[in-house]
């Protein structure tokens, strides 16, 4: 493995801070949201209360201080170094889920999310070193060559057919619709938020950027997909489990991501053969670590429920008692 250059190793430092305050986040905006749909429309059913709840604008300033240090590590290292990292997220989403929200991971989901952090390690020891990007220019040249047009429009085309036509029908029951959404658009605006904040460190470098109309673009770019993702994330954490959103969101929004980076800024042409194998091994691990979330759901919903009552509950792998969904101990005192 080839020794990290200083500033892949700043990336990686700002990555991790990041999955850190983002995977607080996902619990703190949920307890705003379930706080709003008691005592109104849920967000899942067009709600917007929540923007009344303390709790919820709490995770969102939290949120947004781990996007930020997520946004300068785009500066620094490559999207297949600094994506990965997200898996950190999920461990500290479940640890805060279990106090917080009283949500109990069940042991194969706990293995879950180490096969994902696994995987996610894999992929960092082999990330290849980003090549020099000397103007935002340079980025909007990779951003118009024919294979990222076309990755953009098919990816556009995905998202208006799921919001139209599939979230209507099947959002409130499908995981992957809302969190389809976020993931697909996800994958654009990393490409995006790395092209300003290059511009914005090459700006404190003394070349200023934004006298290019190409990063205004940018900008705006990021603007319209930063919003669709909230509002769509907002309807996926209010209508399901959080300990499934934070590790399928990952997996999807990692693997977009990555494949927009290999296209647009070509990650892999320097790499050997033996390297790209082995990330591809990393992705592996973690989509293997996802399949363990989603098929041990009824593990857990049968050990949460010994020595109770054996009624099925829809929320996989975590059992919540305090959520929208009532509880097998709910149903007996009714």
Request: charged share 10%; net charge positive.
């Amino acid at each position: 493995m080839d020794q990290m250059s200083s500033d892949n190793i700043n990336g990686l430092i700002l990555a991790v801070s990041s999955s850190i305050f983002i995977g607080s986040s996902f619990i703190i905006k949920k307890k705003g949201l379930k706080k709003a749909g008691a005592s109104g429309v849920r967000a899942g059913e067009g709600g917007h209360g929540y923007l009344y709840e303390p709790w919820w604008w709490a995770g969102m300033i939290t949120m947004i201080v781990g996007e930020v240090a997520n946004f300068a590590a785009y500066a620094f290292a490559p999207a297949i170094l600094v994506t990965p990292l997200g898996a950190l997220s999920i461990i500290f989403s479940a640890v805060l889920a279990h106090f917080i929200l009283q949500e109990k991971l069940h042991i194969f989901g706990v293995l879950g999310c180490v096969l994902c952090v696994v995987g996610s390690t894999t992929i960092v020891l082999h990330a290849p070193h980003e090549q020099e990007i000397k103007s935002v220019k340079q980025v909007w040249k990779l951003a118009i060559e024919p294979g990222f047009l076309v990755y953009s429009a098919v990816i556009l085309i995905v998202v208006l057919v799921l919001i139209f036509y599939y979230e209507p029908r099947y959002g409130k029951t499908h995981l992957i619709v809302y969190v389809g959404i976020c993931s697909l658009m996800g994958s654009l605006t990393v490409m995006s938020v790395k092209a300003v904040a290059i511009a914005i460190k090459l700006t404190f470098s003394e070349m200023n950027q934004f006298k290019y109309f190409q990063t205004w673009i940018f900008i705006i770019v990021v603007t319209i997909c930063c919003i669709l993702q909230i509002n769509y994330l907002n309807k996926a954490l209010d209508t399901f489990n959080t300990a499934v959103i934070s590790p399928v969101y990952y997996v999807m929004f990692t693997t977009f991501t990555i494949i927009a980076s290999m296209i647009m800024f070509k990650d892999w042409a320097s790499q050997s053969g033996l390297k790209i194998a082995t990330e591809l091994c990393g992705f592996v691990t973690i989509l293997s670590g996802t399949f363990l979330l989603h098929k041990t759901k009824d593990m857990g919903n049968s050990a949460s429920g010994r020595g109770a009552s054996s009624t099925p509950r829809d929320n996989p792998v975590f059992t919540s008692s305090g959520s929208g969904r009532s509880s097998s101990s709910d149903k007996i005192a009714s």
